[in-house]
């Protein structure tokens, strides 16, 4: 899988095709259609179960099951505590959950789409453009 055509899907992007909202599963398409690979974290997948509405897990299954999954490592989870604690010694607030998927990202090489920016400023990061 080519890193630069491979983008890590946090939750807000999950949450908008699954909703149906900004023309994301469109977007998701498009992406598809070019060539890119769609990723998400361990980390996302619970992050979307436990924010389910009834009547949502089959569909929400069903999504999940056509992207690449990838669950959280020694390695991951030894680089997003050391995110968390270069921000902390900054005076600075990150999520345990945004660390691990920026760290996700980091070490294999992907881009990430969010709407939350502002939450990933992680150096080394690459952020993929949303619509």
Do not use: W, Y
């Not at 969010?114 to 990061?125: A, K, S, W, Y």
């Amino acid at each position: 899988m080519s890193p630069a055509k491979a983008i890590l899907l946090d939750t807000t992007v999950l949450v908008d095709v699954l909703r149906n909202r900004n023309r994301r599963p469109l977007f998701l398409s498009t992406l598809i259609a070019s060539g890119h690979v769609l990723a998400t974290s361990a980390v996302n997948v619970a992050e979307i179960f436990g924010g389910l509405r009834q009547g949502e897990e089959q569909a929400t299954r069903a999504f999940i099951a056509g992207l690449h999954l990838i669950p959280v490592s020694v390695p991951i989870a030894e680089r997003a505590g050391n995110l968390q604690a270069g921000f902390r010694r900054q005076g600075q607030t990150r999520s345990i959950t945004d660390m691990i998927v920026a760290a996700t990202a980091l070490e294999k090489g992907f881009q990430v789409a969010t709407d939350n920016i502002r939450d990933f400023q992680v150096p080394g990061l690459s952020l993929f453009p949303l619509p």
